[in-house]
């Protein structure tokens, strides 16, 4: 992803920064897709693994990003408390 996309994204409903997910948290996510555990802030279930993602700095929203452009809008974001212990 682009640094300067990078540095102006923010969360928008609580305008914290974003980082792009780790390796390690994006398969952490994808596993509990898979598993049928992850909901948007909407309540619709997540079916399809993602390929990449942004995390508010906080650990507390993700938010995915499809064809290289993020899905910023609030109800597409994933509540990170559903992962049990935080990024």
């Keep these: 992803m ?3 996309l ?3 994204l923010c969360c928008p409903v609580s305008k914290t920064p974003v980082r ?7 398969d952490r996510l994808n596993q509990a897709i898979s598993r049928g ?3 948007t802030v909407a309540g619709v279930r997540v079916e399809a693994a993602l390929k990449a993602a942004l995390v508010t700095t906080d650990g507390r929203v993700i ?9 910023m809008l609030p109800e597409e974001g994933i509540g990170t ?3 049990g212990e935080s990024l």
């Design 2 to 4: 682009d640094k300067h």
């Design 6 to 8: 990078l540095d102006i």
């Design 20 to 26: 792009p997910l780790q390796t390690s948290e994006l």
């Design 37 to 39: 555990e992850i909901d």
């Design 63 to 71: 938010y995915r990003i499809e064809d290289d452009i993020p899905v």
């Design 81 to 83: 408390t559903q992962l």
